[in-house]
């Protein structure tokens, strides 16, 4: 049973870029990481990321999960685990 999605890159037909107006950023962001999270790219640019960038995407996401989520919903929307 699969429990993640991305099924937002696969139908997105809007305008992928930065700076035009807020609809179109949060798109831009929203088709960017879920192409940046893709399988095979990350199984390419993991190895290659120096440990510097490796703890700034880490700690970059975390602060935006503790930031922006209750602790039920990090656990249930982030860790998918059930109430």
């Known amino acids: 049973m699969t429990i993640h999605?991305?099924?937002?890159?696969e139908t997105y037909?809007?305008?992928?870029g930065f700076g035009a107006d807020r609809n179109?950023?949060?798109?831009?962001?929203?088709?960017?990481?879920q192409k940046f999270?893709?399988?095979r790219l990350m199984k390419t640019i993991?190895?290659?990321?120096p440990d510097?960038?490796?703890?700034?995407?880490f700690l970059l996401m975390t602060?935006?999960?503790?930031?922006?989520l209750t602790s039920s919903e990090y656990h249930q929307i982030?860790?998918?685990?059930?109430?």
Request: aromatic share 10%; glycine share 2%; charged share 35%.
């Open 63 to 68: 602060r935006l999960l503790k930031n922006h």
């Open 5 to 9: 999605s991305h099924n937002f890159v």
């Open 52 to 57: 510097e960038e490796l703890s700034e995407i």
């Open 46 to 49: 993991i190895k290659r990321l």
């Open 78 to 83: 982030f860790l998918k685990e059930e109430p």
């Open 13 to 16: 037909k809007g305008l992928v």
């Open 24 to 33: 179109t950023d949060e798109n831009t962001v929203i088709y960017y990481l």
């Open 37 to 39: 999270s893709d399988d």
